[in-house]
């Protein structure tokens, strides 16, 4: 079983920065993938970035391309943290945001579908001024 805690969300003024975290504990396994979601208010779900194991690999949505960055750190003990530095936030970036894992699955594949076996509780981010 793995457990995600995802924190670092919070209100920002459009343009700004924030870094959200992602820490998976538990018995985790050698090889699983990580992805960040988001859900805005009456929008389904959506991928944002996934990343591998090791970090080699990563995956982003078109619309946060360039803003965006997905990084690990795989050597903190037994817990593994995955963040996400988002810059130039815009309102539409307005969503609780979701970290997901998922054993032995692509990246693609990881953000290409919506359905994984562990899911954070989310954390919410408001871009407003």
């Known amino acids: 079983q793995l457990q995600l805690v995802e924190s670092g969300g919070g209100l920002v003024q459009p343009g700004g920065s924030l870094r959200l975290s992602c820490i998976v504990s538990g018995r985790t396994p050698d090889d699983y993938t990580i992805g960040w979601f988001r859900q805005a208010p009456g929008k389904e779900r959506e991928a944002v970035s996934c990343?591998?194991?090791?970090?080699?690999?990563?995956?982003?949505?078109d619309s946060v391309k360039g803003r965006f960055t997905i990084s690990r750190d795989n050597e903190k003990n037994t817990q593994n943290t995955v963040y996400r530095q988002m810059n130039g936030l815009k309102p539409e970036d307005t969503a609780v945001y979701y970290c997901?894992?998922?054993?032995?699955?692509?990246?693609?594949?990881?953000?290409?579908?919506?359905?994984?076996?562990?899911w954070g509780q989310g954390t919410q981010v408001t871009v407003s001024s």
């Open positions: 990343i591998s194991t090791r970090g080699g690999v990563t995956d982003y949505a």
């Open positions: 997901a894992a998922d054993i032995l699955l692509a990246v693609e594949a990881m953000c290409a579908s919506g359905s994984h076996d562990y």
